[in-house]
Nanobody, 115 residues
């Protein structure tokens, strides 16, 4: 299982970013996919999850209405579109899935929201 995130960067408050995760090494279309984030000194937290065929999505209360998770099963990618970013969204964002009862993580991509 390999997960590679991209799209992070520095953005001003109120701005937008689009994170992508390229997956390989497993039958992507059969597995739920998640985005997590971890800020310095804090525990990793679940941001959003999307079911295998994209029919169901769930979000942390802190990002509802601002973030959208989606997936393209033909391209083996999962995306997190982030709008109205706030300084408290600053964190390293990780793509994740569980395959054969083993949790896989990408290397993460840094998102910094600051003026």
């Amino acid at each position: 299982v390999q997960l590679v995130e991209s799209g992070g960067g520095l953005v001003q408050p109120g701005g937008s970013l689009r994170l992508s995760c390229a997956a390989s090494g497993f039958a992507f279309r059969l597995y739920d996919m998640s985005w997590y984030r971890q800020a310095p000194g804090k525990e990793r937290e679940l941001v959003a999850v999307i079911t295998s065929f994209g029919g169901v999505t769930n979000y942390a209360d802190s990002v509802k209405g601002r973030f959208t998770i989606s997936r393209d099963n033909a391209k083996n990618t999962v995306t997190l579109q982030m709008y109205s970013l706030r300084p408290e969204d600053t964190a390293k964002y990780y793509c994740s899935t569980s395959v054969a009862s083993r949790i896989a993580w990408g290397q993460g991509t840094q998102v910094t929201v600051s003026s």
